[in-house]
Protein backbone atom coordinates (compact mmCIF):
# COMPACT_ATOMS: atom_id res chain seq x y z
CA UNK A 1 0.00 0.00 0.00
CA UNK A 2 1.28 3.65 -1.00
CA UNK A 3 2.72 5.66 2.16
CA UNK A 4 -0.28 7.33 3.73
CA UNK A 5 1.23 10.82 3.61
CA UNK A 6 2.04 10.29 -0.75
CA UNK A 7 -1.60 9.26 -0.90
CA UNK A 8 -2.71 12.55 0.47
CA UNK A 9 -1.85 14.32 -2.77
CA UNK A 10 -3.90 12.57 -5.34
CA UNK A 11 -7.54 11.35 -5.60
CA UNK A 12 -7.97 6.91 -5.16
CA UNK A 13 -7.81 5.53 -8.02
CA UNK A 14 -8.66 2.02 -7.60
CA UNK A 15 -11.14 0.68 -5.71
CA UNK A 16 -10.39 -1.48 -2.94
CA UNK A 17 -13.81 -2.74 -0.89
CA UNK A 18 -14.35 -1.56 3.05
CA UNK A 19 -13.96 -4.46 5.55
CA UNK A 20 -13.91 -2.05 8.22
CA UNK A 21 -11.41 -1.78 11.31
CA UNK A 22 -11.11 -2.05 14.78
CA UNK A 23 -13.25 1.08 16.83
CA UNK A 24 -11.29 4.22 17.30
CA UNK A 25 -12.77 6.02 19.66
CA UNK A 26 -9.72 8.67 19.76
CA UNK A 27 -9.94 9.09 16.24
CA UNK A 28 -13.74 8.97 16.01
CA UNK A 29 -13.79 11.94 19.85
CA UNK A 30 -11.13 14.06 18.09
CA UNK A 31 -13.30 15.29 15.44
CA UNK A 32 -14.13 18.95 14.76
CA UNK A 33 -16.08 20.72 12.34
CA UNK A 34 -16.64 24.22 11.48
CA UNK A 35 -20.25 24.36 9.34
CA UNK A 36 -19.59 28.00 8.36
CA UNK A 37 -16.06 26.80 6.74
CA UNK A 38 -17.80 23.96 4.96
CA UNK A 39 -20.58 26.19 3.60
CA UNK A 40 -18.48 28.12 1.90
CA UNK A 41 -15.85 25.29 0.87
CA UNK A 42 -19.04 23.93 -0.97
CA UNK A 43 -20.07 27.19 -2.49
CA UNK A 44 -16.58 27.27 -3.78
CA UNK A 45 -16.62 23.92 -5.19
CA UNK A 46 -19.88 24.30 -7.03
CA UNK A 47 -18.95 27.24 -8.79
CA UNK A 48 -16.00 26.64 -10.29
CA UNK A 49 -17.43 23.87 -13.18
CA UNK A 50 -19.16 25.02 -15.87
CA UNK A 51 -20.39 22.35 -17.85
CA UNK A 52 -20.93 22.82 -22.40
CA UNK A 53 -23.94 21.66 -23.95
CA UNK A 54 -22.47 18.58 -24.44
CA UNK A 55 -21.50 18.07 -21.27
CA UNK A 56 -24.28 18.34 -19.37
CA UNK A 57 -25.63 16.08 -21.27
CA UNK A 58 -23.49 13.19 -20.49
CA UNK A 59 -23.44 14.33 -16.86
CA UNK A 60 -26.81 13.68 -16.70
CA UNK A 61 -26.93 10.28 -18.56
CA UNK A 62 -23.92 9.76 -15.32
CA UNK A 63 -26.90 11.01 -13.17
CA UNK A 64 -29.80 8.67 -14.26
CA UNK A 65 -27.25 5.78 -14.02
CA UNK A 66 -26.63 6.38 -10.56
CA UNK A 67 -30.02 7.04 -9.76
CA UNK A 68 -31.71 4.46 -6.48
CA UNK A 69 -35.14 4.74 -8.37
CA UNK A 70 -37.43 4.87 -5.17
CA UNK A 71 -40.88 4.06 -4.16
CA UNK A 72 -41.56 4.27 -0.32
CA UNK A 73 -45.17 5.14 0.28
CA UNK A 74 -47.83 3.67 2.68
CA UNK A 75 -49.88 2.81 -0.52
CA UNK A 76 -47.49 1.13 -2.57
CA UNK A 77 -48.83 -1.87 -4.88
CA UNK A 78 -47.92 -4.63 -7.29
CA UNK A 79 -48.88 -2.54 -9.49
CA UNK A 80 -46.48 0.49 -8.98
CA UNK A 81 -43.64 -1.43 -7.83
CA UNK A 82 -43.91 -3.40 -11.00
CA UNK A 83 -44.30 0.23 -13.40
CA UNK A 84 -40.85 1.70 -11.50
CA UNK A 85 -38.66 -1.62 -12.35
CA UNK A 86 -40.21 -0.75 -15.97
CA UNK A 87 -39.30 2.72 -15.66
CA UNK A 88 -35.68 1.47 -13.79
CA UNK A 89 -34.58 -0.79 -16.60
CA UNK A 90 -35.14 1.53 -19.22
CA UNK A 91 -35.41 5.36 -17.76
CA UNK A 92 -34.70 7.34 -20.85
CA UNK A 93 -37.49 6.83 -24.00
CA UNK A 94 -35.65 5.17 -26.60
CA UNK A 95 -36.12 7.92 -29.22
CA UNK A 96 -33.79 10.42 -27.36
CA UNK A 97 -31.33 7.44 -27.16
CA UNK A 98 -31.22 7.33 -30.79
CA UNK A 99 -30.23 10.91 -30.95
CA UNK A 100 -27.08 10.31 -28.45
CA UNK A 101 -25.92 6.95 -30.34
CA UNK A 102 -27.25 4.75 -27.61
CA UNK A 103 -29.31 1.64 -27.69
CA UNK A 104 -31.98 0.61 -25.89
CA UNK A 105 -30.80 -0.38 -22.77
CA UNK A 106 -27.63 0.95 -22.64
CA UNK A 107 -28.71 2.99 -19.42
CA UNK A 108 -30.54 2.16 -16.59
CA UNK A 109 -30.38 3.11 -13.23
CA UNK A 110 -28.11 2.18 -9.72
CA UNK A 111 -31.19 0.37 -8.43
CA UNK A 112 -35.07 0.05 -7.53
CA UNK A 113 -35.06 0.89 -3.42
CA UNK A 114 -38.34 -0.88 -2.06
CA UNK A 115 -39.94 -1.70 1.37
CA UNK A 116 -38.64 -5.17 2.26
CA UNK A 117 -42.06 -6.63 2.02
CA UNK A 118 -41.93 -5.51 -1.75
CA UNK A 119 -38.83 -6.90 -2.43
CA UNK A 120 -39.97 -10.61 -3.70
CA UNK A 121 -42.68 -8.43 -6.10
CA UNK A 122 -39.18 -6.59 -7.67
CA UNK A 123 -37.42 -9.78 -8.65
CA UNK A 124 -40.69 -11.56 -10.15
CA UNK A 125 -40.93 -8.66 -12.70
CA UNK A 126 -37.62 -7.80 -13.42
CA UNK A 127 -36.94 -11.53 -14.37
CA UNK A 128 -39.49 -10.97 -16.86
CA UNK A 129 -37.83 -7.37 -18.18
CA UNK A 130 -34.70 -8.06 -20.78
CA UNK A 131 -31.90 -5.94 -20.32
CA UNK A 132 -28.72 -6.02 -20.97
CA UNK A 133 -27.47 -5.62 -17.33
CA UNK A 134 -29.42 -7.22 -14.11
CA UNK A 135 -30.37 -4.07 -12.10
CA UNK A 136 -30.08 -4.68 -8.07
CA UNK A 137 -32.64 -4.19 -5.67
CA UNK A 138 -32.23 -2.20 -2.86
CA UNK A 139 -34.32 -2.50 0.33
CA UNK A 140 -34.45 0.09 2.96
CA UNK A 141 -34.67 -2.24 6.21
CA UNK A 142 -34.23 -2.10 9.99
CA UNK A 143 -37.20 0.00 11.53
CA UNK A 144 -36.85 2.27 8.40
CA UNK A 145 -37.33 5.39 9.01
CA UNK A 146 -36.95 5.42 12.82
CA UNK A 147 -34.81 2.55 13.78
CA UNK A 148 -36.39 2.65 17.57
CA UNK A 149 -36.93 -1.58 16.88
CA UNK A 150 -35.19 -4.09 18.99
CA UNK A 151 -31.72 -5.27 17.22
CA UNK A 152 -33.32 -8.54 16.77
CA UNK A 153 -36.24 -7.62 14.67
CA UNK A 154 -33.64 -5.48 12.78
CA UNK A 155 -31.74 -8.37 11.66
CA UNK A 156 -34.51 -10.54 10.95
CA UNK A 157 -35.61 -7.52 8.67
CA UNK A 158 -32.21 -8.20 6.69
CA UNK A 159 -31.82 -11.39 6.27
CA UNK A 160 -35.58 -12.02 5.03
CA UNK A 161 -34.86 -9.10 2.41
CA UNK A 162 -31.90 -10.45 1.26
CA UNK A 163 -33.66 -13.98 1.10
CA UNK A 164 -36.33 -12.49 -1.08
CA UNK A 165 -33.78 -10.90 -3.47
CA UNK A 166 -32.19 -7.96 -2.32
CA UNK A 167 -28.64 -7.36 -3.25
CA UNK A 168 -28.10 -4.17 -1.44
CA UNK A 169 -29.65 -3.23 2.62
CA UNK A 170 -30.15 0.55 3.36
CA UNK A 171 -30.16 0.24 6.89
CA UNK A 172 -30.68 2.88 9.69
CA UNK A 173 -28.84 3.89 12.33
CA UNK A 174 -30.21 4.54 16.17
CA UNK A 175 -30.03 7.92 16.40
CA UNK A 176 -30.08 7.79 19.83
CA UNK A 177 -27.16 6.18 20.29
CA UNK A 178 -25.42 9.12 18.04
CA UNK A 179 -26.56 11.61 20.40
CA UNK A 180 -25.82 10.31 23.69
CA UNK A 181 -22.29 9.11 22.28
CA UNK A 182 -22.50 5.42 22.32
CA UNK A 183 -20.14 5.08 19.58
CA UNK A 184 -19.36 1.73 21.00
CA UNK A 185 -22.66 0.79 20.90
CA UNK A 186 -23.32 1.93 17.58
CA UNK A 187 -20.35 0.31 16.35
CA UNK A 188 -21.43 -2.92 17.24
CA UNK A 189 -25.05 -2.83 15.90
CA UNK A 190 -23.54 -1.99 12.68
CA UNK A 191 -21.07 -4.93 12.88
CA UNK A 192 -23.84 -6.65 13.25
CA UNK A 193 -26.31 -5.46 10.08
CA UNK A 194 -22.92 -5.52 7.99
CA UNK A 195 -23.32 -9.72 9.66
CA UNK A 196 -26.86 -10.22 8.40
CA UNK A 197 -26.27 -8.61 5.06
CA UNK A 198 -24.10 -11.73 3.91
CA UNK A 199 -22.97 -11.05 -0.10
CA UNK A 200 -25.57 -7.97 -0.21
CA UNK A 201 -24.09 -4.25 0.16
CA UNK A 202 -24.71 -2.03 3.35
CA UNK A 203 -25.51 1.31 2.72
CA UNK A 204 -25.81 2.94 6.40
CA UNK A 205 -28.42 5.86 6.44
CA UNK A 206 -27.07 8.64 9.06
CA UNK A 207 -30.31 10.68 9.20
CA UNK A 208 -28.45 13.34 9.47
CA UNK A 209 -31.24 15.76 10.24
CA UNK A 210 -31.61 14.50 13.65
CA UNK A 211 -27.50 13.86 14.83
CA UNK A 212 -27.88 17.46 15.93
CA UNK A 213 -24.34 18.65 14.69
CA UNK A 214 -22.08 18.92 12.10
CA UNK A 215 -19.39 16.97 14.16
CA UNK A 216 -22.21 14.65 15.25
CA UNK A 217 -22.28 13.73 11.00
CA UNK A 218 -18.60 13.44 10.50
CA UNK A 219 -18.60 10.89 13.91
CA UNK A 220 -21.14 9.26 12.73
CA UNK A 221 -20.05 8.52 9.04
CA UNK A 222 -16.83 7.78 10.86
CA UNK A 223 -17.96 4.80 12.69
CA UNK A 224 -20.22 3.92 10.41
CA UNK A 225 -17.34 3.41 7.68
CA UNK A 226 -15.22 1.64 10.79
CA UNK A 227 -18.22 -0.83 10.87
CA UNK A 228 -18.04 -2.14 7.46
CA UNK A 229 -20.08 0.15 6.01
CA UNK A 230 -20.05 -0.40 2.26
CA UNK A 231 -21.99 3.23 1.66
CA UNK A 232 -22.93 5.99 3.62
CA UNK A 233 -26.25 7.67 2.96
CA UNK A 234 -27.40 11.00 4.27
CA UNK A 235 -31.73 10.42 4.99
CA UNK A 236 -33.99 8.55 5.03
CA UNK A 237 -35.97 11.61 3.19
CA UNK A 238 -38.17 11.73 6.35
CA UNK A 239 -36.13 14.44 8.36
CA UNK A 240 -36.57 17.59 8.24
CA UNK A 241 -33.08 18.46 6.78
CA UNK A 242 -32.53 15.55 4.24
CA UNK A 243 -29.84 15.88 1.59
CA UNK A 244 -28.10 19.26 1.28
CA UNK A 245 -24.46 20.20 -0.01
CA UNK A 246 -22.94 20.96 3.29
CA UNK A 247 -23.55 17.97 4.81
CA UNK A 248 -22.39 16.14 1.77
CA UNK A 249 -18.88 18.11 1.95
CA UNK A 250 -18.83 17.03 5.57
CA UNK A 251 -19.69 13.35 4.92
CA UNK A 252 -17.53 13.41 1.54
CA UNK A 253 -14.52 14.72 3.94
CA UNK A 254 -14.94 11.67 6.45
CA UNK A 255 -14.99 9.06 3.46
CA UNK A 256 -11.57 10.85 2.25
CA UNK A 257 -10.15 10.68 5.55
CA UNK A 258 -10.96 6.99 5.82
CA UNK A 259 -9.37 6.43 3.21
CA UNK A 260 -6.60 7.78 3.49
CA UNK A 261 -5.63 5.92 6.72
CA UNK A 262 -7.13 2.44 5.66
CA UNK A 263 -7.17 2.56 1.63
CA UNK A 264 -10.69 1.30 1.60
CA UNK A 265 -13.01 3.21 -0.63
CA UNK A 266 -16.83 3.54 0.76
CA UNK A 267 -19.29 5.31 -1.31
CA UNK A 268 -22.03 7.68 -1.07
CA UNK A 269 -25.35 8.36 -1.45
CA UNK A 270 -27.72 11.40 -0.77
CA UNK A 271 -31.18 10.53 -0.39
CA UNK A 272 -34.17 13.21 0.01
CA UNK A 273 -34.78 16.90 -1.55
CA UNK A 274 -33.33 15.86 -4.69
CA UNK A 275 -35.86 17.05 -7.23
CA UNK A 276 -33.91 18.76 -10.38
CA UNK A 277 -31.56 18.22 -12.86
CA UNK A 278 -29.02 21.02 -11.43
CA UNK A 279 -29.49 19.53 -7.99
CA UNK A 280 -28.40 15.77 -9.47
CA UNK A 281 -25.05 17.75 -11.55
CA UNK A 282 -24.14 19.51 -8.21
CA UNK A 283 -23.74 16.81 -6.55
CA UNK A 284 -22.09 15.05 -9.09
CA UNK A 285 -19.24 18.22 -9.44
CA UNK A 286 -19.42 18.07 -5.50
CA UNK A 287 -18.12 14.22 -5.99
CA UNK A 288 -15.80 14.50 -8.50
CA UNK A 289 -14.10 18.08 -6.58
CA UNK A 290 -13.70 16.20 -3.28
CA UNK A 291 -13.32 12.85 -4.13
CA UNK A 292 -11.94 12.20 -8.09
CA UNK A 293 -13.75 10.52 -10.81
CA UNK A 294 -14.18 7.26 -9.03
CA UNK A 295 -17.37 8.58 -7.53
CA UNK A 296 -18.74 9.63 -10.15
CA UNK A 297 -19.72 6.23 -10.93
CA UNK A 298 -22.47 4.15 -9.18
CA UNK A 299 -20.31 1.33 -7.27
CA UNK A 300 -19.18 4.54 -5.20
CA UNK A 301 -22.06 7.48 -5.86
CA UNK A 302 -26.15 6.74 -5.71
CA UNK A 303 -29.05 9.43 -5.52
CA UNK A 304 -31.87 8.30 -3.44
CA UNK A 305 -34.57 9.78 -5.83
CA UNK A 306 -38.41 9.48 -6.73
CA UNK A 307 -39.20 12.71 -8.69
CA UNK A 308 -35.12 13.30 -10.11
CA UNK A 309 -35.49 11.19 -13.04
CA UNK A 310 -38.89 12.99 -14.99
CA UNK A 311 -36.92 16.62 -14.37
CA UNK A 312 -33.82 15.04 -15.83
CA UNK A 313 -35.53 13.37 -19.13
CA UNK A 314 -37.34 17.39 -19.55
CA UNK A 315 -33.49 18.42 -19.38
CA UNK A 316 -32.35 15.98 -21.80
CA UNK A 317 -35.57 16.37 -24.13
CA UNK A 318 -34.39 20.31 -24.13
CA UNK A 319 -31.07 20.33 -24.73
CA UNK A 320 -31.63 17.85 -27.88
CA UNK A 321 -34.71 19.32 -28.87
CA UNK A 322 -34.59 22.91 -27.87
CA UNK A 323 -38.24 22.96 -26.63
CA UNK A 324 -39.79 22.66 -23.47
CA UNK A 325 -41.62 19.37 -22.06
CA UNK A 326 -43.98 18.60 -19.03
CA UNK A 327 -44.07 16.11 -16.67
CA UNK A 328 -46.80 13.70 -18.55
CA UNK A 329 -44.60 13.32 -21.68
CA UNK A 330 -42.39 10.84 -19.47
CA UNK A 331 -44.98 8.95 -17.61
CA UNK A 332 -43.23 6.52 -15.18
CA UNK A 333 -43.98 3.83 -17.66
Not at 54 to 79: E, F, K, N, Y
Not at 117 to 123: G, I
Not at 199 to 204: G, P
Amino acid sequence: MTDKRDRANFFADTFVPNHGTDLDLEWVNSTRCNYGAVQRNVESIVSRRALSKQHQVIWLLRAVSCIDLTTLSGDDTPTNVSRICHKAKHPIQEKYLKQLGLDDGDIQTGAVCVYPARVAECAAVLSRIPGKAPLPIAAVATGFPSGQYSLSTRLQEIEQAVKDGALEIDVVINRTLALQNKWTEMYQEIRAMKKACGEAHMKTILAVGELGSASNIHKASLVAMMAGSDFIKTSTGKEAVNAILPIGLIMARAIQEYWLRTGFTVGFKPAGGIRNASQATQWLTLMQETLGPLWTHNNLFRIGASALLTDIEKELHFNLTGTYATDDMFPMA
